[in-house]
C-alpha cells in the first residue's frame, strides 16, 4: 500500500463565543486544517492540525515530494523522514507529523478493520471522562451574550456546563486577569461545586513568587493540580517545593528530553499528553509508559479540537491503564463540528470511544464546504493576540492584566 495524495483544507467553526487566554484569545472560531491521506487501495485516512489561528495548507503541500509513495505502515521511517530530531532544528514539524500519523492509523484501521486503540494494545476502558473546561469570555453582542467576566457569570457557566454535560471536574483557563481576582473565581467555582475537583490553568505566565502565592492560597480545596503556573522547569521545581498539590504541565515537557529530565529531578508531577505536542498518538503512549514506570501522573491534554482530533484523544485515553485524571477538552465551547453526526455525545461527563475502524469518524462533506468557505471569508486570526488590546503581548512573567470591570465587548467581523 501506497500514500497517492495528501490534501489539506483550512475550516473555520464558531465558538459560543470568544475564549479568552494568558497570551491572547480564540476570536469566537477554530481555524483548523483538515488532512486526508489518500492511498492506491482506495483508502483515506484523517488527520487534524491547528496553527495558531492560521491554515496549514501550504506546510502540508510541501511535504507531498517526501510522501507520496511512502507506505503508510512504516510509521517509524515517516518519523525519522519528516521530523528528525536534527533537522527540526531548522523546520519544525512536529505537529504535521502528528496529523498525518492520525491519517496512517486511520488508513491502517480501516484497511485491518479495528479501531485505532486495538492498533495501540487495546482499550482497557469504553469511556473516556472530561473535565468542564472553563474560560473567561468576550461577549457575542450588545447584550453580552455568552460572556464571561465575573465570578457569578463564572459560577453560573460551571454549574450549566455540570448539569448540562455531567462534569465532576473542573478547569479554568487563568492567566487573563490579576492572580488574585482569579483567586476569588476559582474559590467561587469550587465553593458552588462541593464534592467536585478543579484544576488551574495559567498558561505559564506567573513568576514563581506569584504561582507560590496562589497555590498556597488554594490548599484546601479538591484540587486536581495546578496546571503550568510558572514557565520552565526550574520555576515548577521551586514551586513544587513551597505547594503542597501536584504539578501538571504540557508545556515543559513536551518530548523525551524534557520527560527524561524531570525523572530526574522532578519538577512536575502530571504529563498532560496532547497527541499534537508530541507528534502522534504512538509517542503519547510510549510516553505515558515512561511515565508508569515512575508513577508519574497522566492525563490528555486539549490544544483545541474538532471530531478527528477529539477521536484520537479517546483512543489515546483509551489505551493508557494510568489514565489518572479526567482529560481536558475545548469540545464543549463548539457549535458544530465537519464528522458526520455531528458534535460527539457526552454521557456523565464522558465520550464513548469510537467503536468503528480506524479512527472511527468520517468526514460530513457539507460542513467541510461550509467552513472552508467561512475561512475563506474571515481568513485566519491572531492567536496570540486580543482583540480589545490591539499590540499587546504578555511578557513572562505578566504584569500587564485586563481590567475585569471592562464589559467592552471586542467587534470581531464574523
Given at each position: 500500500?501506497?500514500?497517492?495524495?495528501?490534501?489539506?483544507?483550512?475550516?473555520?467553526?464558531?465558538?459560543?463565543?470568544?475564549?479568552?487566554?494568558?497570551?491572547?484569545?480564540?476570536?469566537?472560531?477554530?481555524?483548523?486544517?483538515?488532512?486526508?491521506?489518500?492511498?492506491?487501495?482506495?483508502?483515506?485516512?484523517?488527520?487534524?492540525?491547528?496553527?495558531?489561528?492560521?491554515?496549514?495548507?501550504?506546510?502540508?503541500?510541501?511535504?507531498?515530494?517526501?510522501?507520496?509513495?511512502?507506505?503508510?505502515?512504516?510509521?517509524?521511517?515517516?518519523?525519522?523522514?519528516?521530523a528528525?530530531?536534527?533537522?527540526?532544528?531548522?523546520?519544525?514539524?512536529?505537529?504535521m507529523l502528528?496529523?498525518?500519523?492520525?491519517?496512517?492509523?486511520?488508513?491502517?484501521?480501516?484497511?485491518?478493520?479495528?479501531?485505532?486503540?486495538?492498533?495501540?494494545?487495546?482499550?482497557?476502558?469504553?469511556?473516556?471522562?472530561f473535565?468542564?473546561?472553563?474560560?473567561?469570555?468576550?461577549?457575542?453582542?450588545?447584550?453580552?451574550?455568552?460572556?464571561?467576566?465575573?465570578?457569578?457569570?463564572?459560577?453560573?457557566?460551571?454549574?450549566?456546563?455540570?448539569?448540562?454535560?455531567?462534569?465532576?471536574?473542573h478547569?479554568?483557563?487563568?492567566?487573563?486577569?490579576?492572580?488574585?481576582?482569579?483567586?476569588?473565581?476559582?474559590?467561587?467555582?469550587?465553593?458552588?461545586?462541593?464534592?467536585?475537583?478543579?484544576?488551574?490553568?495559567?498558561?505559564?505566565?506567573?513568576?514563581?513568587?506569584q504561582?507560590?502565592?496562589?497555590?498556597?492560597?488554594?490548599?484546601?480545596l479538591?484540587?486536581?493540580?495546578?496546571?503550568?503556573?510558572?514557565?520552565?522547569?526550574?520555576?515548577?521545581?521551586?514551586?513544587?517545593?513551597?505547594?503542597?498539590?501536584?504539578?501538571?504541565?504540557?508545556?515543559?515537557?513536551?518530548?523525551?528530553?524534557?520527560?527524561?529530565?524531570?525523572?530526574l529531578?522532578?519538577?512536575?508531577?502530571?504529563i498532560?499528553?496532547?497527541?499534537?505536542?508530541?507528534?502522534?498518538?504512538?509517542?503519547?503512549?510510549?510516553?505515558?509508559?515512561?511515565?508508569?514506570?515512575?508513577?508519574?501522573?497522566?492525563?490528555?491534554?486539549?490544544?483545541?479540537?474538532?471530531?478527528?482530533?477529539?477521536?484520537?484523544m479517546?483512543?489515546?485515553?483509551?489505551?493508557?491503564?494510568?489514565?489518572?485524571?479526567?482529560?481536558?477538552a475545548?469540545?464543549?465551547?463548539?457549535?458544530?463540528?465537519?464528522?458526520?453526526?455531528?458534535?460527539?455525545?457526552?454521557?456523565?461527563?464522558?465520550?464513548?470511544?469510537?467503536?468503528?475502524?480506524?479512527l472511527?469518524?468520517?468526514?460530513?462533506?457539507?460542513?467541510?464546504?461550509?467552513?472552508?468557505?467561512?475561512?475563506?471569508?474571515?481568513?485566519?486570526?491572531?492567536?496570540?493576540?486580543?482583540?480589545?488590546?490591539p499590540?499587546?503581548?504578555?511578557?513572562?512573567?505578566?504584569?500587564?492584566?485586563?481590567?475585569?470591570?471592562?464589559?467592552?465587548?471586542?467587534?470581531?467581523?464574523f
Open positions: 500500500m501506497k500514500i497517492t495524495d495528501i490534501r489539506a483544507t483550512p475550516v473555520t467553526v464558531p465558538l459560543e463565543a470568544p475564549l479568552r487566554h494568558a497570551n491572547g484569545c480564540h476570536w469566537g472560531r477554530f481555524v483548523r486544517t483538515i488532512v486526508e491521506v489518500e492511498t492506491d487501495e482506495g483508502i483515506v485516512g484523517l488527520g487534524e492540525m491547528g496553527g495558531g489561528g492560521e491554515s496549514a495548507v501550504a506546510a502540508f503541500n510541501g511535504l507531498k515530494p517526501y510522501l507520496i509513495g511512502h507506505d503508510p505502515t512504516r510509521l517509524e521511517r515517516m518519523r525519522f523522514l519528516i528528525n530530531p536534527t533537522a527540526s532544528l531548522y523546520n519544525n514539524r512536529t505537529q502528528a496529523a498525518l500519523e492520525f491519517a496512517c492509523l486511520d488508513i491502517l484501521g480501516q484497511k485491518w478493520g479495528v479501531p485505532v486503540c486495538d492498533l495501540l494494545g487495546g482499550r482497557v476502558r469504553d469511556h473516556v471522562p473535565a468542564s473546561y472553563l474560560f473567561f469570555r468576550y461577549g457575542n453582542d450588545d447584550e453580552h451574550a455568552g460572556e464571561i467576566r465575573t465570578s457569578d457569570q463564572l459560577v453560573a457557566e460551571a454549574k450549566a456546563l455540570k448539569a448540562k454535560y455531567g462534569f465532576t471536574s478547569k479554568l483557563k487563568g492567566g487573563v486577569f490579576s492572580p488574585e481576582y482569579e483567586l476569588e473565581c476559582y474559590r467561587a467555582v469550587a465553593e458552588a461545586l462541593p464534592g467536585d475537583s478543579f484544576r488551574f490553568d495559567p498558561n505559564g505566565v506567573w513568576s514563581t513568587e504561582a507560590i502565592w496562589f497555590g498556597q492560597r488554594i490548599e484546601d479538591k484540587n486536581d493540580y495546578l496546571e503550568d503556573p510558572v514557565f520552565g522547569l526550574h520555576g515548577m521545581r521551586r514551586t513544587r517545593e513551597k505547594v503542597r498539590m501536584p504539578l501538571a504541565t504540557n508545556t515543559v515537557v513536551v518530548n523525551f528530553e524534557q520527560l527524561a529530565a524531570n525523572v529531578d522532578t519538577a512536575v508531577d502530571v498532560l499528553l496532547d497527541t499534537t505536542f508530541w507528534g502522534g498518538i504512538r509517542q503519547c503512549v510510549k510516553a505515558a509508559g515512561v511515565c508508569e514506570t515512575f508513577q508519574l501522573g497522566v492525563a490528555v491534554h486539549s490544544s483545541g479540537e474538532l471530531g478527528i482530533q477529539l477521536a484520537t479517546l483512543h489515546l485515553g483509551a489505551v493508557i491503564p494510568n489514565l489518572a485524571y479526567a482529560a481536558d475545548h469540545y464543549h465551547h463548539l457549535t458544530d463540528d465537519v464528522i458526520q453526526g455531528g458534535l460527539m455525545k457526552y454521557e456523565n461527563g464522558a465520550i464513548r470511544v469510537p467503536d468503528g475502524p480506524g472511527g469518524v468520517k468526514l460530513d462533506r457539507d460542513k467541510v464546504a461550509e467552513y472552508a468557505e467561512l475561512y475563506k471569508r474571515l481568513g485566519g486570526y491572531a492567536y496570540d493576540q486580543d482583540p480589545l488590546r499590540g499587546w503581548t504578555p511578557t513572562v512573567p505578566n504584569n500587564r492584566w485586563a481590567d475585569p470591570n471592562d464589559a467592552t465587548r471586542p467587534q470581531i467581523p
